[in-house]
């Protein structure tokens, strides 16, 4: 069965610090992956997805992630964290027939010190 | 993208009753997903619904709990029945579109 890993359950960074939020997936064929941030009171947003090509990702408010097939990771990087970033960090796999689902990690909480 | 929106934003329930959660989407979607976030902890799905089916449960969710309605393609209702405490919980509704997952603000309950 699909799995998600982040092993990681807090993480306190000094702002203007670089950022690296571990990710360990577990799934048999090439797998669709996902970070999302959710912040205090807030929804679940999309930061960046992996789906194939090349493996450095992209995304919002500069975060990007590196896909590595070899280590099953899918590391997010920042590398200035800012005092917004403070959130909570889920990585995600799409799992099931035809992609029908997502199934998630536990979640990183992010703290920013000054 | 999709904009989700969820009724209610929150709620406080006695025990042993039911609360029915709504899900409105701005376009029209095939697919539909709830979600359970329990305090301090991640995501998990509760059942898929597609519009004209019933919906499709995981494992440990059980639809005389979790009765789902899904009267078109751009709205859905989760109900959460006979609640413990046990049931307080974030609850999220999600749409899929072109491989992207979308997510509403959620409905906080509370269990007293």
């Known amino acids: 069965a699909q799995s998600v890993t982040q092993p990681d359950i807090h993480i306190t960074v000094s702002e203007g610090a670089s950022l690296e939020l571990r990710c360990n997936y577990s799934y048999g064929a090439t797998p669709y992956l996902f970070w999302y941030v959710q912040s205090p009171g807030q929804g679940l947003q999309l930061l960046l997805k992996?789906?194939?090509?090349?493996?450095l990702v992209q995304g919002i408010k500069g975060f990007e992630a590196e896909f590595k097939r070899s280590q099953s990771s899918f590391n997010l990087r920042k590398p200035s964290v800012h005092w917004s970033d403070a959130a909570e960090y889920f990585c995600?796999?799409?799992?099931?027939?035809?992609?029908?689902?997502?199934?998630f990690g536990t979640g990183t909480r992010l703290l920013v010190s000054p | 993208s999709a904009v989700i929106s969820q009724k209610p934003s929150r709620d406080i329930c006695q025990r042993g009753t039911s609360l029915t959660i709504q899900c409105q989407v701005d376009s029209q979607v095939t697919m539909m997903f709830w979600y359970r976030q329990q305090p301090g902890q991640s995501l998990t799905l509760i059942a898929t619904a597609n519009q004209g089916s019933e919906a499709t449960y995981e494992s440990g969710f059980v639809i005389d709990k979790f009765p789902i309605s899904r009267p078109n393609l751009t709205f859905s209702t989760l109900t959460v029945s006979n609640m413990s405490p046990e049931d307080s919980s974030i609850y999220l509704c999600s749409v899929e579109e072109w491989g992207e997952f979308f997510f509403g603000p959620g409905t906080r309950l509370t269990v007293t």
């Open positions: 992996y789906f194939s090509g090349d493996t």
């Open positions: 995600a796999v799409g799992a099931g027939t035809g992609f029908q689902k997502l199934v």
